[in-house]
């Protein structure tokens, strides 16, 4: 692998998560080196798009909560703001595999979740698939169930305030 093969990886991820408007005109000054330097720890193609896919996900959904369409700040910049993930995910592999991969999906389903029930239009059916409760749903069942335990207690306290 060469380090032009991981810059592109992190360039076809970032416009696939965050659009063809947001994607970079040029690599960060640093991004050469970077990626020689995951490539020689033993970063492989496959772990680079999962790192890119995963972490990038998580940052849409914050610059869709947080940042608006106007803030860059959520947008990863260069390779290096992967750093630490990429090194985890490099001695995950070496070791074996990462085991925690259910924990993390469920916790990245109950932000999603959290989110849609105070903005609905956030909601990424693109990505996510259709909006809780709506038949082909993916949110899986335990947090629709605690989604339906939320909303009846939030009925009942509306109820009663008024």
């Known amino acids: 692998m060469r380090p032009e093969d991981v810059i592109s990886a992190f360039d076809e991820v970032r ?3 965050f659009g063809h ?10 991004d050469m080196a ?7 720890e033993g970063l492989t193609f ?4 999962i ?26 910049a260069s390779l290096k ?9 490099i001695r995950r592999s070496k070791s074996g595999g990462q085991s925690e991969f259910w924990e993390n999906e469920i916790s990245r389903w109950r932000s999603r979740c959290k989110t849609w029930l ?6 990424n059916t693109d990505q996510w698939g259709p909006h809780p409760f709506e038949s082909g749903c993916r949110v899986p069942k ?3 169930e605690h989604i339906s335990r939320y909303d009846a207690n939030m009925k009942t306290e509306m109820r009663q305030s008024t």
């Open 34 to 40: 970077t990626a020689k330097r995951w490539i020689g």
């Open 118 to 123: 105070k903005k609905p239009h956030l909601w």
């Open 51 to 76: 790192v890119f896919f995963e972490q990038m996900s998580w940052m849409h959904e914050k610059f869709l909560r947080f940042g608006g369409s106007k803030d860059r700040s959520y947008l990863p």
């Open 46 to 49: 496959v772990t680079a798009v």
């Open 15 to 17: 416009e696939f998560i």
């Open 142 to 144: 335990e947090i629709l």
């Open 21 to 30: 408007s947001l994607g970079r005109d040029n690599p960060h000054a640093s």
């Open 81 to 89: 703001v992967f750093d630490e993930n990429i090194d985890n995910a």
